[in-house]
């Protein structure tokens, strides 16, 4: 699965919104009542019980109940049912998990206009229908800072799904992270074409530990790559949620979502009223949820845990952009020009690597 | 010695069986191989096993703490009076019916076409085709998408059916391991030369509105009445006609069909075709009427599905449409169960199961008599 949102529209898209959003925002007609729609089953270790485990925590913040659908495949015959059954029994705030939702949510959202609609990953927003994801990159960049001072080979392995934006992003961020502490580190990215194969991921994980990898980082939506790092008694990093769980040994640190920071105030902000979604969507920072660092595993040094969490605070603060120029690729093109921070818009369209970077893509 | 005791003990029992016979007769069943069954009684059994596969599965249900009364509103009043929840069935039922009818067609001849979401695959791709290329004006835009569709998913079922006749190589082999090549070319066109040139993420462009199956009102999309015709061209051909004739004989014994003279290889042929044409339209109507683009998993559990709706349709296409629409009705029931009582997704999975199995059981009845003696 992939979970993206658009922030990509073009300038006719922006150029509508203002005008169709208008200055009357979005205003709920009855106190808020909020459902979940889950992409896979709520227990999957990874992307859906992250939202799962986020809802208990927005029931107590929020003094209500939040019921759930799970295993809604990105397929409109499978979303609309269920959303329509919520809606018709008085769900006012629906939230989808899925970049696939994107097209239903768009026609839902006009179909009930009086519905407020979030999607995590999603591509499509409007008058009251919202996108959101994580900078992943940020906790990403950390997790790759742990992974360069822990490694003694120098060579890292990545597990990733599809060669697309946002996996890219992540890979890029992983080696720039790394090479902040350890310029000599490479990182050996295998990409499996699929979000959920531990089949293809072992294979990838085990391919990498023989050519000498000593730290797997991974943007899958399984553990399997930290389990294989733990079997081979080399370490790992986890995505989605602390894969301390699965592979205690082996995970140094994790790059975890953090949703309830992220969704509390966000419905609070509709239930308010004259709530205005962002045309492009939410992309949220570490300072804001959506994404952060578990940090960190006790055989990680202290130094290393004080430097990393340093980092995070500056990022936080905005004193620090991981994606600041100058950058070039691993060609010697310029990507991102001295001076400047890369636009939302080229991260997700984000087809190139940095120097260090070893793939099997062009 | 212990011969004679073992003899003068078998005696006694025996004697006490008359002897209990006489008093009570209990008798025996015999199991015989029916002939011929009437249709009513083949309905009788067949309602009946859904019955007693829907009173486990609400026995399971209220065993999980949903009221009885709740369970009756939820599957029998809101599945047929809410027009949304009809709507959602029907929306389903759609590539189900086309699935389920392709996968008949083409088991009652017994070639094993389990390559069904590869199809699909390909007549999504064939119809992507038709639009990244502008091929055609408007007004022919939607017919044209839908033979290409049909020819590409043609030609994807051919080589298995190619190679089987003409190599002896096990279709079932072919067409399931097939599935992956296609897919993966699926998701190669999704991530280079067809990605969103919009937004740059990994599905094709959207569809424009005369690329989209139109409704025919009340909410229904056109996919259904092209389905129930396909339905209709398809029983046409295997129950009613010559041909229908020809995969009869096909199907009861193909070396006594070869020795009268059947055509068995164009029979196969056209069958497997007319499977993958079938299966092709169902990625099609996925593509135009539900998602207007192509995207990455518009084909996923479909395979199982038609494999499973022809398994109870015994491979009989109006059987087949029935049995899609039921399966559609325990998809959109299942979903709302979840909804309202936070019943897990494994529990609707069980129910589903209990019911198709039950269903399943009851052939046995359908081909056997149980005959009790006396």
């Known amino acids: 699965m992939f979970k993206k949102l658009a922030l990509v529209a073009g300038a006719a898209a922006l150029l509508a919104a203002g005008s169709a959003w208008g200055a009357n925002g979005f205003t709920l007609k009855g106190p808020p009542k909020v459902a979940f729609l889950y992409f896979k089953a709520k227990n999957d270790g990874g992307w859906t019980q992250a939202f799962d485990e986020a809802r208990p925590k927005m029931e107590k913040a929020l003094g209500m109940r939040i019921p759930y659908v799970e295993n809604i495949a990105e397929d409109a015959a499978q979303i609309t049912p269920p959303a329509e059954k919520f809606i018709q029994r008085g769900y006012n705030i629906v939230i989808g998990t899925a970049f696939g939702y994107s097209d239903t949510f768009k026609e839902l959202a006009k179909k009930y206009p009086d519905i407020a609609f979030l999607n995590a990953a999603g591509v499509t927003n409007g008058p009251n229908l919202q996108s959101f994801y994580g ?8 997790c790759g800072m742990v992974a360069g001072a822990m490694t003694k080979s120098n060579k890292l392995g990545f597990v990733g799904a599809n060669p697309f934006g946002l996996v890219n992003w992540t890979i890029n961020a992983y080696e720039m992270g790394a090479r902040r502490v350890n310029p000599k580190a490479t990182l ?22 023989d050519e000498g990898v000593d730290v797997i980082g991974q943007h899958v939506d399984t553990p399997t790559p930290q389990i294989v790092a733990q079997e081979r008694h080399i370490y790992g990093t986890g995505h989605h949620r602390d894969m301390r769980q699965f592979a205690p040994k082996a995970t140094l640190c994790s790059s975890v979502w953090v949703w309830a920071k992220y969704l509390i105030p966000e419905i ?27 940090c960190c595993n006790t055989v990680v040094p202290k130094k290393v845990v004080k430097e990393v969490m340093a980092a995070r605070q500056d990022i936080i603060d905005g004193k ?29 369209k984000m087809n190139w690597y940095v120097p260090g970077v070893i793939t099997q893509q062009k | 010695m212990l011969d004679q005791a073992a003899s003068r003990r078998l005696l006694t029992t025996d004697a006490a069986s008359q002897r209990s016979a006489g008093s009570l007769r209990v008798g025996r069943i015999n199991l015989e191989v029916r002939q ?39 599957f029998v009043v809101e599945t047929f009076t809410d027009s949304g929840n009809f709507h959602s069935i029907l929306f389903q039922a759609a590539p189900l019916i086309f699935v ?61 059916a190619w190679l089987r006749m003409r190599l002896g190589v096990n279709e079932i082999i072919t067409t399931l391991l097939l599935n992956y090549v296609a897919l993966n070319f699926l998701l190669h066109l999704l991530y280079g030369p067809w990605i969103d040139p919009k937004d740059a993420f990994p599905h094709s462009q959207q569809f424009h509105s005369f690329e989209r199956l139109p409704e025919i009102g009340w909410g229904l999309s056109s996919a259904l009445p092209i389905a129930l015709l396909c339905t209709a061209l398809a029983a046409w051909l295997v129950l009613f006609s010559r041909f229908g004739f020809y995969t009869k004989f096909v199907q009861d014994n193909d070396r006594m069909a070869l020795a009268v003279g059947v055509p068995i290889k164009a029979v196969t042929f056209v069958c497997v075709l007319l499977s993958g044409a079938l299966s092709a339209l169902a990625g099609f109507v996925i593509a135009t009427a539900q998602e207007g683009r192509l995207t990455q998993s518009f084909f996923e559990g479909y ?33 709302s169960l979840q909804v309202f ?18 269903v399943a059981a009851s052939e046995f009845l359908i081909r056997h008599r149980l005959h009790w003696v006396h």
Do not use: C
């Open chain 1, 320 to 348: 620090f952009h991981i994606y600041a120029g100058p950058i070039k690729d691993r060609n010697g093109k310029l990507r991102v020009a001295a001076g400047k921070v890369i636009s939302d818009a080229d991260l997700w």
């Open chain 2, 36 to 74: 011929s069954i009437p249709l009513w009684l083949q309905a009788l059994i067949l309602g009946g096993a859904a019955l007693l596969g829907i009173a486990v599965s609400a026995a399971l249900l209220v065993a999980a703490g949903v009221s009885p009364k709740d369970l009756f509103d939820e």
């Open chain 2, 100 to 160: 389920g009818v392709g996968a008949a067609v083409v088991f009652r001849i017994r070639f094993w076409n389990l390559g069904i979401e590869g199809q699909m695959i390909w007549g999504g791709i064939g119809a992507t085709f038709v639009v990244l290329h502008t091929i055609g004006p408007p007004a022919l835009r939607l017919p044209l998408m839908m033979l290409f569709a049909v020819l590409a998913g043609m030609a994807w079922v051919a080589l298995p």
């Open chain 1, 268 to 294: 609070k902000k509709i239930e308010a009223g004259n709530w205005h979604p962002n045309p492009y969507g939410d992309f949220i920072s570490i300072k804001d949820g959506g994404t952060d660092i578990a």
């Open chain 2, 303 to 335: 395979g199982f599905s038609g494999i499973l709706i022809a398994f109870l349709a015994r491979n009989n296409p109006i059987a087949a449409m029935i049995v899609a629409v039921l399966v559609a009705v325990l998809f959109v029931s299942g979903r």
């Open chain 1, 188 to 209: 050996h990215v295998v990409f499996t074409g699929a979000w959920n194969d531990p089949v293809k991921e072992r294979a990838a994980a085990e391919a990498l530990a």
């Open chain 2, 341 to 358: 009582y936070q019943i897990p997704f494994a529990m609707v999975q069980l129910i589903q199961a209990i019911i198709v199995i039950s």
């Open chain 1, 135 to 142: 900078r992943t990159y940020q906790s990403q960049y950390l």
